[in-house]
C-alpha cells in the first residue's frame, strides 16, 4: 500500500519498517546539524527515489538552536523541536517518506528524551501525530536489567502516542557525540558484541508494550578506523532474529535492527546483515567527510575570494564565489552524492513507499 509522502510515525512507520525487512533492503539513518544537511538528505532521498531517515544527536539539536543559546539543555530541546517542525513542513513536498529520530541518549540524556516526549504529546493532541517517529535510548553502559526497565518506561509513554523506541544492547565501539566506548586495541574487544539472551530478553519485556528497534553489537564501530581492530560478526544479528524466532515461535527475523557505525563498514559484510532483518544504517562519519571534503574543494579552488573582497590587483569582484551559498551548496552536493551511494549500498533506491 502507497504512503503519504512526508514525516511518518505508528502504523505507517511500521508498514515501512517491515517493507524493508521482506524487501531485503535498508534506509540510511543520517545525521544532521542543520537546514543544509536536513535538505540535503531528502534532496538526495528524492532524487533516488528512496524513503530515509533523519536523524539528531543531542549535540547536532544544540546546534540547530545556536551553539550561541545560553541554555545548552534548552537548545537540545528546541533545536530538536524546530528541526522535526522544519522536515514535517517540507518532506512532503520532496515526495518521499521521512522518519525523525533522535540518535544516542544516555542515562545523562534521558531528561532530553522526556522533554521530546512532552513535545511529541503535544503535537499528538493537536495533529493527531507525534512530533517524532522515534527516539533511541542508549544505556547500554548499564546492567541489562537496569537499561530495559527504563526502556520499558519510555517506550510505555511512546506507544500511547504512536511512538517507536530504539534500544542498544551490547556496545557500538567509539564514539558519537560524546556517548560512547573506547576501543582497546590489544583486547579481544568481546563487550563489543551482543549477546542473543539479551536481545531474547528485551523482545520479551518490550513486544507486548510496543514498538521497538535494536541496535545490537557486532562489531561495529562509530567513526573510521584503521582495519583490523574490530572483526565485523553480521551472523550475531542472525544468532538473535534465531533465538527469538524459535524460544517465542514467531516467524524468521522478529527483530527490527538497527545498524549503528555504518561509516567505512565493508560492502559485503552489509549485504549480509541486511539479510538479518536489519532495517536501517546509520551515517555520519562519511556524510560528514563528504560535505567538508567538498567545501574544502571549493576553498581552494577560489582562495582568493577568502581573503578578498575585490582583487588586490586587479579589481575584479569575488562577490560571486564568496556568497555563502556557493561553498555551502558545494558541501550539500558532496554530501548527496556519498548518500547516493549509501542508498545503493543499502538496496533502497527506487523502493520509496511514497504515492
Ligand atoms: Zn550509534
Known amino acids: 500500500m502507497a504512503l503519504k509522502a512526508g514525516v511518518v510515525s505508528g502504523e505507517d512507520y511500521i508498514e515501512l519498517v517491515n517493507a524493508c525487512k521482506a524487501g531485503g533492503y535498508a534506509l540510511a539513518a543520517v545525521n544532521c546539524v542543520g537546514t543544509d544537511t536536513v535538505n540535503g538528505v531528502m534532496e538526495a532521498a528524492a532524487r533516488n527515489k528512496s524513503d530515509v531517515i533523519i536523524q539528531f544527536s543531542n549535540g547536532g539539536a544544540q546546534f540547530y538552536a545556536g551553539l550561541g543559546m545560553e541554555d545548552s539543555f534548552q537548545a537540545k530541546v528546541l533545536g530538536a ?8 513542513l517540507l518532506a512532503e513536498h520532496y515526495g518521499i517518506c521521512v522518519v525523525l529520530h533522535t540518535d544516542h541518549a544516555n542515562r545523562k540524556l534521558v531528561p532530553w528524551v522526556d522533554a521530546l516526549i512532552d513535545h511529541s504529546e503535544a503535537h499528538f493532541k493537536a495533529h493527531g501525530r507525534p512530533l517524532y517517529t522515534s527516539h533511541m535510548l542508549d544505556l547500554s553502559e548499564e546492567d541489562i536489567d537496569d537499561n530495559l526497565s527504563e526502556c520499558a518506561r519510555v ?7 504512536d511512538m517507536s523506541l530504539e534500544i542498544e544492547l551490547g556496545i557500538t565501539g567509539g564514539e558519537e557525540d560524546g556517548v560512547g566506548h573506547e576501543i582497546d586495541e590489544n583486547a579481544d574487544n568481546s563487550h563489543l558484541y551482543t549477546q542473543p539472551e539479551d536481545v531474547l530478553k528485551a523482545y520479551e519485556l518490550l513486544s507486548p508494550i510496543g514498538h521497538f528497534s535494536v541496535a545490537a553489537s557486532f562489531g561495529n564501530v562509530h567513526g573510521v578506523y584503521k582495519p583490523g581492530n574490530v572483526q565485523l560478526r553480521p551472523e550475531i544479528l542472525r ?6 524466532a524459535q ?11 538497527v545498524f549503528h557505525g555504518g561509516s567505512g563498514s565493508e560492502k559485503a559484510k552489509i549485504s549480509e546483515a541486511l539479510t538479518y532483518g536489519v532495517f536501517k544504517m546509520n551515517i555520519d562519519t562519511d556524510t560528514q567527510f563528504a560535505f567538508s571534503e567538498a567545501v574544502g574543494a571549493y576553498v581552494m579552488e577560489h582562495e582568493k575570494a577568502f581573503k578578498h573582497q575585490i582583487d588586490p590587483e586587479d579589481g575584479t569582484p569575488y562577490k560571486k564565489q564568496y556568497d555563502p551559498r556557493k561553498w555551502l551548496r558545494a558541501g550539500e552536493q558532496g554530501f548527496i552524492a556519498r548518500l547516493d551511494e549509501a542508498f545503493k549500498d543499502l538496496g ?6 511514497a504515492g
Do not use: D, E, F, Y
Request: hydrophobic share 50%; charged share 15%.
Open 155 to 161: 517506550l510505555t509513554r511512546m506507544a500511547k502516542i
Open 348 to 353: 533502497s533506491v527506487g523502493k520509496t513507499l
Open 239 to 244: 544468532n538473535s532474529q534465531a533465538l527469538v
Open 81 to 88: 523541536v524546530a528541526a522535526a517542525q522544519h522536515v514535517h
Open 247 to 257: 524460544t517465542r515461535k514467531v516467524a524468521a527475523n522478529p527483530l527490527n535492527l
